[in-house]
């Protein structure tokens, strides 16, 4: 089970950095991302990470602006966000995606989710 941490509301242009625990497995073995639900809208993949932490993708709205870490030592995943946007706003999930060809794909790989974190950005 999949655990997310340290959304927040925030103003335009400020910045958060998301965590992402999975007790009891190695979070290095296998390709995670971060996922997010607006509400009305369908979920979405923002950024993933291949399991030898080499590997990045992001959807094109918040490259540039969001960056997927992995710290191994900690066993924990990270999403900063930086220049949040009020389109940024919406409940971000955690979860193994697919790995074709053992890099990452904006594609979960169950359709399990945990609790999510939630992200409002709001003058």
């Known amino acids: 089970q999949f655990v997310e941490s340290g959304g927040g509301a925030v103003q335009p242009g400020g910045s958060l950095r998301l965590a992402c625990k999975v007790p009891?497995?190695?979070?290095?073995?296998?390709?995670i991302g971060w996922f997010r639900q607006a509400p009305g809208k369908d979920r979405e993949g923002v950024a993933c990470?291949?399991?030898?932490?080499?590997?990045?993708k992001y959807k094109d709205a918040v490259r540039g602006r969001f960056t997927i870490s992995r710290d191994d030592a900690e066993n924990t995943m990270y999403l900063q966000m930086n220049s949040l946007k009020p389109e940024d706003t919406a409940v971000y999930y955690c979860?193994?995606?697919?790995?074709?060809?053992?890099?990452?794909?904006?594609?979960?790989?169950?359709?399990?989710w945990g609790q999510g974190t939630q992200v409002t950005i709001s003058s």
């Open positions: 009891g497995y190695t979070l290095s073995a296998f390709a």
């Open positions: 979860a193994e995606v697919e790995s074709p060809q053992k890099m990452c794909d904006l594609a979960a790989r169950s359709d399990s």
């Open positions: 990470l291949s399991s030898s932490g080499h590997v990045t």
